[in-house]
């Protein structure tokens, strides 16, 4: 069982920058590919970033390279995510998620999830 605790989240004014963590239980967390969603109100979930197990490989969805930044510290157990550059239409609640080392973007291919923080961006 893996249990993710997501943090960092808040309001601030585009242009900003925000890190959000997300800390996991399990001591199994360096065996994870490990991802980033989002889902605006009325919205969809949506991919943001994954990191691979070993942080060697990272993935961006297109609306969000080159701002944020997706690391982790497996020493840690804890997985970051670097939002720079910040716009309204990244305001979502943002999850994290766990896979067992399965890099993808599909979010039916993680199988624990965090509850989210939300971050909201004012023009």
């Known amino acids: 069982q893996v249990q993710l605790v997501e943090s960092g989240g808040g309001l601030v004014q585009a242009g900003d920058s925000l890190r959000l963590s997300c800390a996991a239980s399990?001591?199994?967390?360096?065996?994870?590919?490990m991802g980033w969603f989002r889902q605006a109100t009325g919205k969809e979930r949506e991919f943001v970033a994954y990191?691979?197990?070993?942080?060697?490989?990272?993935y961006y969805a297109d609306s969000v390279k080159g701002r944020f930044t997706i690391s982790r510290d497996n020493a840690k157990n804890t997985v970051y995510l670097q939002m720079n550059m910040l716009k309204p239409e990244d305001t979502a609640v943002y999850y994290c998620?766990?896979?067992?080392?399965?890099?993808?973007?599909?979010?039916?291919?993680?199988?624990?999830w965090g509850q989210g923080t939300q971050v909201t961006v004012s023009s």
């Open positions: 399990t001591r199994t967390f360096s065996s994870h590919t």
């Open positions: 990191i691979s197990w070993s942080g060697g490989a990272t």
């Open positions: 998620a766990a896979n067992w080392a399965i890099e993808s973007s599909d979010p039916r291919l993680y199988a624990y």
